[in-house]
């Protein structure tokens, strides 16, 4: 194997995975060691890798022919996209070691910040040396971090003992919110509720709407009140109304009470819509912009980094007031149209108006057909005074369209491996 005797496993965390054509087939996100019932430290077996559509397959060391600090290489092109499992005897090194609270065999306390595997001359690979730094008071600076051999750190074979959380934030700080979401539920109830809860209220916010229902309930619930108002709050009013539809009416109404009147207001608008409808599935906050805009105001507009892609996609002209519901709808914007137009000619001048817009009560359905009709990524909704209330977006849609436990990963189907490849291992 052309790579380093000695690899740091938190640093291969993200670290692309590419098939011997140079094809990248994923990104690590752990490494599996088994545990051995003598003092030998833990063998490691092989890597997890993330896969397309969030699967997490396993990766066999043996099938590895290259790994450093850019890229890990397969020395097969087939792989068993079976999704992985970890048995009894393994550990996950980064998700249940990572800020382990330790103690060096001088008797000074720490915790884990990475786990290096080192491979022997036979080949075998296996846990040798433990990052630890030292505990400190909490006025001092940080302790001193410690290179040590594995039998020198005690704490690291019980499964039951305390972790923190920040070093585990470190290594998922980069993912994007929905792998995040996916690595949270490889976490143990009690540990996925720790790291959300560590989580800032706009990085917290950003992945419960990544993740399964239940899940976000889950997280919900184990936070005081105030801090879920606050994460609510920070949410889109459009995926905050579709969490606080799964919680008992009287829980709803008090964190709507918690909430800023001006953030809960949009929020219980949305509550009011029956499920399945254009009400329910919209954003009450599109682009909108008053017909004497500029084109350059509404390009600007769309620059603004918070808005997602498909919201961005399409500006609405309406009277004032410009938020919703607003004045008088006039039409609406595709952001390529603003691209053909000069700087300072006004909205009213380009807007259109030819597709007749979506009430409240439209079902999914016949949304889905429309949009597909008219080659549309957002739709107006509006109401019997043609005012603007809101508009459903592509992604709205497809978040609704898909079956219910669509982001639980224990619910999805896995695609079976060839017939004629061989399983990487034994694991799977």
Not at 324 to 330: A, C, S, V
């Given at each position: 194997m052309s790579t380093p005797n000695r690899v740091y496993i938190a640093r291969l965390a993200?670290?692309?995975?590419?098939d011997p054509n140079g094809d990248q087939v994923g990104r690590i996100r752990d490494a599996v060691a088994r545990m051995r019932p003598t003092q030998r430290p833990p063998e490691v077996v092989g890597l997890v890798a993330e896969m397309p559509m969030r699967r997490r397959i396993f990766l066999s060391i043996n099938r590895i022919t290259s790994i450093d600090a850019d890229a890990v290489v397969l020395g097969s092109g087939t792989l068993n996209l079976r999704r992985f499992e970890k048995r009894p005897n393994e550990l996950l090194v980064l998700q249940e070691l990572l800020d382990r609270r330790v103690q060096l065999d001088t008797g000074q306390a720490g915790s884990v910040v990475d786990v290096a595997m080192e491979s022997s001359r036979g080949g075998e690979w296996a846990l040798t040396r433990v990052a630890v730094r030292e505990q400190t008071?909490?006025?001092a600076r940080r302790g001193h971090l410690h290179q040590v051999e594995w039998d020198r750190v005690r704490g690291l074979g019980g499964l039951a003992d305390s972790r923190g959380t920040a070093n585990l934030l470190a290594v998922l700080e980069d993912m994007r919110p929905a792998d995040l979401a996916n690595a949270l539920q490889d976490l143990p109830d009690a540990r996925r509720n720790e790291v959300a809860a560590a989580l800032d209220d706009e990085r917290l916010a950003d992945v419960l709407g990544e993740l399964p229902e239940h899940d976000q309930v889950e997280i919900l619930a184990a936070l005081d009140r105030e801090r879920a108002a606050d994460v609510l709050e920070e949410m889109d009013p459009d995926d905050a109304a579709d969490l606080l539809n799964e919680l008992p009416p009287p829980e709803q109404d008090v964190l709507l009470d918690l909430m800023e009147p001006d953030e809960a207001t949009p929020v219980r608008q949305l509550l009011r819509y029956a499920s399945?409808?254009?009400?329910?599935?919209?954003?009450?906050e599109p682009v909108i912009l008053p017909p004497d805009a500029t084109v350059a105001e509404?390009?600007?507009r769309i620059r603004e980094p918070q808005?997602?892609?498909a919201v961005a996609a399409q500006i609405f002209v309406t009277r004032a007031p410009l938020t919703t519901p607003t004045g008088r709808y006039l039409g609406m914007v595709h952001f390529q149209a603003l691209l053909r137009e000069p700087p300072a000619d006004l909205l009213g001048k380009v807007v259109v108006n030819d597709i007749?817009?979506?009430?409240?009560?439209?079902?999914?359905?016949?949304?889905t057909r429309r949009m597909a009709t008219y080659d549309l990524v957002a739709m107006p909704v509006v109401d019997r005074s043609m005012r603007l209330v809101g508009a459903v977006t592509v992604d709205d849609v497809l978040d609704h369209s898909l079956p219910r436990d669509w982001r639980d990963r224990d619910a999805m189907t896995t695609a079976p491996a060839d017939d004629d490849a061989p399983l990487d291992g034994d694991n799977g």
């Amino acid at each position: 194997m052309s790579t380093p005797n000695r690899v740091y496993i938190a640093r291969l965390a993200g670290v692309a995975v590419f098939d011997p054509n140079g094809d990248q087939v994923g990104r690590i996100r752990d490494a599996v060691a088994r545990m051995r019932p003598t003092q030998r430290p833990p063998e490691v077996v092989g890597l997890v890798a993330e896969m397309p559509m969030r699967r997490r397959i396993f990766l066999s060391i043996n099938r590895i022919t290259s790994i450093d600090a850019d890229a890990v290489v397969l020395g097969s092109g087939t792989l068993n996209l079976r999704r992985f499992e970890k048995r009894p005897n393994e550990l996950l090194v980064l998700q249940e070691l990572l800020d382990r609270r330790v103690q060096l065999d001088t008797g000074q306390a720490g915790s884990v910040v990475d786990v290096a595997m080192e491979s022997s001359r036979g080949g075998e690979w296996a846990l040798t040396r433990v990052a630890v730094r030292e505990q400190t008071s909490r006025l001092a600076r940080r302790g001193h971090l410690h290179q040590v051999e594995w039998d020198r750190v005690r704490g690291l074979g019980g499964l039951a003992d305390s972790r923190g959380t920040a070093n585990l934030l470190a290594v998922l700080e980069d993912m994007r919110p929905a792998d995040l979401a996916n690595a949270l539920q490889d976490l143990p109830d009690a540990r996925r509720n720790e790291v959300a809860a560590a989580l800032d209220d706009e990085r917290l916010a950003d992945v419960l709407g990544e993740l399964p229902e239940h899940d976000q309930v889950e997280i919900l619930a184990a936070l005081d009140r105030e801090r879920a108002a606050d994460v609510l709050e920070e949410m889109d009013p459009d995926d905050a109304a579709d969490l606080l539809n799964e919680l008992p009416p009287p829980e709803q109404d008090v964190l709507l009470d918690l909430m800023e009147p001006d953030e809960a207001t949009p929020v219980r608008q949305l509550l009011r819509y029956a499920s399945g409808t254009a009400g329910s599935v919209m954003t009450s906050e599109p682009v909108i912009l008053p017909p004497d805009a500029t084109v350059a105001e509404a390009l600007a507009r769309i620059r603004e980094p918070q808005l997602s892609p498909a919201v961005a996609a399409q500006i609405f002209v309406t009277r004032a007031p410009l938020t919703t519901p607003t004045g008088r709808y006039l039409g609406m914007v595709h952001f390529q149209a603003l691209l053909r137009e000069p700087p300072a000619d006004l909205l009213g001048k380009v807007v259109v108006n030819d597709i007749d817009p979506l009430r409240p009560t439209t079902p999914l359905p016949e949304i889905t057909r429309r949009m597909a009709t008219y080659d549309l990524v957002a739709m107006p909704v509006v109401d019997r005074s043609m005012r603007l209330v809101g508009a459903v977006t592509v992604d709205d849609v497809l978040d609704h369209s898909l079956p219910r436990d669509w982001r639980d990963r224990d619910a999805m189907t896995t695609a079976p491996a060839d017939d004629d490849a061989p399983l990487d291992g034994d694991n799977g």
